[in-house]
């Protein structure tokens, strides 16, 4: 086992959705975790976030009212990116854009030592290119979990080209730490799961411009006789439809704009009109007092 030393930090940069549940499960396995976010409102919501679901397992018996304490004592706002230096470990979890990463991962190798790992949470885009043109291309790899991250146990471990084995392994070894169940991927174009689902959610977006059924029959038909836990739109309102969107358009360009893989333009809508999900209040589903979005 070559887990991340306890004594090390953790660094998680991108305090949204992804960066909120993988700095919960690292302080609950007992790493300190420094959280960055370009926007510090974002960092400040994700601790009450996190500080809120694990009270909430107080309350329910699944967690001791001191673990949880302590848990919460681990997480720590960063203001400035360069507070995450003592990191043995980065989490990327912002933007899905190969030049936001680039640009982050470079600033980065400037701040950290020679032997902090390099993880990122992309969903998508080639490990590979991210670590491109680093002094140290090797200590970077993919660290990918899934939504919600306390929840979902899987963790693909994504190796690019210059991905060193060890690093590899020691992402792979401190996810098992963490509670989940990694796999080791190599970085293709939506690595193993986003691969898979593409076309779930394509056909779903087909379905729905050829106004075969509208989004709710779909969903509860791919639930109740697809035996799939949720349907492709009331996911993709879980995932956000601008990281999905970003997702597709990447996938879909990686593969030289294989039809398959064809963003969806009624998604670009929903991108446009801000109606992104859960995270907005709306997208397919109304969710608190926010408006549902119009169904093609
Ligand atoms: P999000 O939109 O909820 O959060 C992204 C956060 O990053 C925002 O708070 C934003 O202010 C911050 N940010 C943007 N640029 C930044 C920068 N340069 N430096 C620091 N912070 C910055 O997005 P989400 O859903 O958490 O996704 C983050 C990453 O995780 C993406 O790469 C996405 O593809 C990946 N991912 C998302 C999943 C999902 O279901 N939403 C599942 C697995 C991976």
């Known amino acids: 086992m070559t887990a991340l030393n306890i004594e090390r930090a953790v660094a998680v940069i991108g305090s949204g959705a992804m960066g909120a549940g993988i700095a919960q499960v690292a302080a609950v396995a007992g790493y300190t975790v420094r959280l960055y976010d370009t926007r510090p409102e974002a960092v400040a919501k994700a601790i009450s976030d996190i500080a809120a679901a694990l009270n909430k397992l107080v309350v329910k018996e699944r967690m001791s009212a001191i673990d949880?304490?302590?848990?919460?004592a681990r997480l720590h706002a960063a203001v400035t990116l360069p507070e995450v230096a003592d990191a043995g470990l980065v989490v990327e979890a912002i933007v899905e854009n190969l030049g936001a990463k680039r640009a982050l991962f470079a600033q980065l190798e400037g701040m950290v030592?020679?032997?902090?790992i390099l993880a990122t949470n992309t969903s998508s885009i080639s490990?590979?290119?991210?670590?491109?043109g680093l002094r140290l291309p090797g200590r970077v790899a993919g660290m990918h979990f899934f939504n919600p991250v306390p929840l979902m146990a899987l963790c693909e471990v994504v190796s690019g080209l210059a991905t060193e084995a060890g690093a590899a392994q020691t992402v792979f070894d401190t996810a098992a730490a963490w509670g989940k169940n990694p796999v080791h991927a190599?970085?293709?174009p939506g690595f193993i799961v986003n691969r898979v689902a593409r076309p779930f959610y394509?056909?779903?977006?087909?379905?729905?411009?050829?106004?075969?059924a509208d989004a709710a029959t779909i969903d509860a038909v791919m639930r109740e006789a697809g035996g799939f836990r949720m349907g492709p739109f009331e996911l993709m309102d879980l995932i956000g439809h601008d990281v999905n969107f970003s997702v597709t358009q990447s996938v879909f360009n990686a593969y030289f704009q294989d039809p398959r893989f064809t963003p969806s333009v009624l998604q670009q809508e929903m991108v446009n009109a801000g109606f992104l999900g859960r995270k907005a209040g709306q997208g397919f589903y109304r969710y608190g007092d926010g408006a549902a979005a119009p169904q093609a």
Do not use: F, H, P
């Open 202 to 212: 394509a056909e779903g977006w087909r379905l729905l411009n050829e106004q075969a």
């Open 68 to 72: 949880c304490a302590a848990a919460i």
């Open 113 to 116: 030592g020679d032997d902090c």
């Open 186 to 188: 190599k970085s293709t």
């Open 127 to 132: 490990v590979t290119a991210i670590a491109a």
